[in-house]
């Protein structure tokens, strides 16, 4: 899968070994930033990622900050994104399911690498059921 991903500061370790955990999976990953801790505007990076996403660029994107709010507010202003705010591995399992979300956002100061590595995994592998929420999510895209 080609995947998008891009954090502020404050998501930055989380990103390198979510980076190094999808690679080893064996997807293909373009890392648009930050590359250190130091203090910046979680806009300059995750915008990118999420218009790439809407572009058709990537299947999927991955937002990470230090409660993934920002990130997540920032994706969702992207026409054609949706963004999802996972903070365990129902609401990852659920945004996939039956939002088809296509960005996910993690909170590094909100839960452990073990557990944002699980989140993000449950979004990577869950499919959109389709069905009756399609026509909804169809709507928003347009």
């Not at 058709?56 to 937002?63: D, H, L, Q, S, T």
């Not at 999802?84 to 591995?89: E, S, T």
């Amino acid at each position: 899968m080609k995947i998008a991903i891009g954090s502020d500061h404050a998501g930055f370790r989380y990103k390198q070994e979510i980076i190094a955990h999808l690679k080893a999976a064996g997807h293909d990953v373009t890392d648009f930033g930050t590359d250190s801790e130091a203090p910046v505007s979680y806009v300059t990076y995750v915008r990118p990622v999420a218009e790439a996403v809407a572009a058709g660029k990537f299947e999927r994107g991955i937002v990470l900050g230090g409660s993934g709010n920002g990130e997540a507010m920032t994706s969702n202003r992207v026409k054609g994104v949706r963004c999802g705010l996972c903070w365990n591995l129902e609401s990852a399992r659920l945004t996939r399911l039956h939002n088809d979300a296509n960005v996910l956002s993690i909170g590094e100061r909100m839960m452990d690498l073990p557990t944002a590595l699980a989140i993000m995994d449950m979004f990577l592998t869950t499919e959109f059921e389709g069905g009756r929420h399609l026509e909804r999510i169809q709507a928003l895209d347009q």
